[in-house]
């Protein structure tokens, strides 16, 4: 090992319990290598270096929040930055008020192992169902309701960014689920490492490997009981799809999905800056409501016209729109005809002889 590489690591021993220290020996009966503290070092060093949010010295770029849920995945996002991270860290919790009892034990997990590691928490309390939008499901109402929670948080403490512990069946998962729904280019990208000030340090690992390292030091994880119903489309993807694929055509197939989304966000890079470049061709400016010049819509081709649509949405921060969706919505605006179209969620776009607008409407 470098200098570098070696003080960083004595660093992480210098965080570990006795206990911990003594399952690390072979006095404890010694832990895999691959869950070492010698192995993981050099995994989040280079993760921590790649993201920004260490610099090759190990000083830290300052403050991170930690979006904790409590279970197995966020759990391990805690020990890792508890372990390896030497800057202030905050457990942000969301205590979402939909499994009762559960969630409120949820909550309480979370806090007894942040104090234990003397890590400070943020939990917030909310009654999700209550604060659904009008058509909003659940499942995207609870994650907007959290991502909000997040930004506050990490605006409150001044965080460099907010880490989440997504892992590679997630990407996976997400892959499959843009493909089945039509998503394109940018949907086949899955999850992002980065977006704004949220990363995902632990993408590159998978699920069981996350569990393997929390089992060998004795850390428990809550599990959420509505990860077992498929009547939501991402549990059935997880729950049965996925293991059908991995047992009958391909064992590795997670990790296949996981390095053709790292593929498909290089060329859905390459149609944001196209997308991008248009919007700034034709002045277009705006966030949550945005217009824009119909005849020099008209005047794009057949390939820059959807380019243009889903920088306008990304603009707005709409959903992501199916590539069916999106011919249909550029076929009318190629058109000189007046017309309304949902996008999806709270965004509308409609059409009037001189312009297109695209508006994203409270309830």
Same mark, same amino acid.
């Given at each position: 090992?470098r200098r570098?590489e ?45 993201l ?28 890792f ?19 009762g ?8 997990h979370?806090k007894?192992?942040?104090?234990v ?5 943020e939990?917030?309390?909310a ?18 309701i ?9 605006k ?5 960014g907010v880490?989440l512990?997504?892992n590679m #069946?997630d990407?996976? #998962?997400?892959?499959l689920?843009?493909?089945l729904?039509?998503g ?31 089992? +060998? ?8 009981k ?10 059935f ?9 991995e ?11 996981a390095n ?11 149609e ?6 248009l919007?700034l #061709? ?18 794009l ?6 380019l ?16 069916r ?7 009318? +605006?190629?058109?000189?005809k ?8 709270d965004v509308?776009v409609s ?11 409270s309830?």
């Amino acid at each position: 090992m470098r200098r570098e590489e070696e003080e960083f690591y004595r660093s992480a021993l210098s965080r570990l319990s006795l206990d911990d220290m003594n399952r690390e020996s072979l006095r404890g009966g010694g832990i895999p290598y691959e869950y070492s503290i010698r192995a993981l070092c050099v995994f989040f060093r280079k993760v921590a270096i790649r993201l920004g949010f260490m610099d090759e010295n190990g000083l830290p770029a300052g403050p991170i929040l930690l979006g904790v849920s409590g279970g197995g995945d966020s759990m391990a996002l805690m020990w890792f930055f508890h372990t390896f991270y030497s800057g202030h860290i905050i457990a942000a919790h969301l205590e979402h008020g939909i499994r009762g009892a559960d969630s409120a034990e949820d909550a309480l997990h979370v806090k007894k192992y942040a104090d234990v590691w003397g890590v400070d928490t943020e939990i917030f309390h909310a009654d999700v169902p209550s604060l659904l939008k009008k058509g909003e499901s659940l499942e995207a109402g609870a994650r907007r309701i959290r991502y909000d929670f997040f930004e506050r948080a990490a605006k409150k403490h001044g965080a460099w960014g907010v880490a989440l512990g997504h892992n590679m #069946e997630d990407e996976a #998962e997400t892959v499959l689920f843009n493909l089945l729904r039509g998503g394109g280019v940018l949907g086949a990208g899955g999850i992002p490492e980065r977006r704004g000030i949220f990363f995902r340090p632990l993408l590159s690992l998978k699920r069981e490997f996350l569990r393997g390292i929390l089992r +060998c030091r004795g850390i428990e994880w809550r599990y959420d009981k509505t990860n077992a119903d498929t009547n939501y489309t991402r549990n059935f993807i997880r729950n049965n799809l996925m293991p059908m694929i991995e047992s009958n055509i391909n064992a590795r197939a997670s990790e296949h999905l996981a390095n053709f989304a790292r593929d498909m966000r290089e060329l859905g890079d390459e149609e944001k800056e196209k997308g991008d470049a248009l919007l700034l #061709e034709l002045e277009v400016a705006g966030t949550d409501a945005l217009t824009i010049d119909r005849r020099a819509m008209r005047n794009l081709d057949s390939k820059k016209l959807p380019l243009l649509i889903r920088a306008a949405g990304r603009k707005i921060l709409a959903p992501v729109l199916s590539r069916r969706q999106c011919l249909k919505l550029s076929m009318l +605006c190629a058109e000189g005809k007046p017309f309304t179209f949902q996008w999806g969620g709270d965004v509308t776009v409609s059409g009037t002889h001189n312009e297109v607008a695209f508006r994203r409407i409270s309830p």
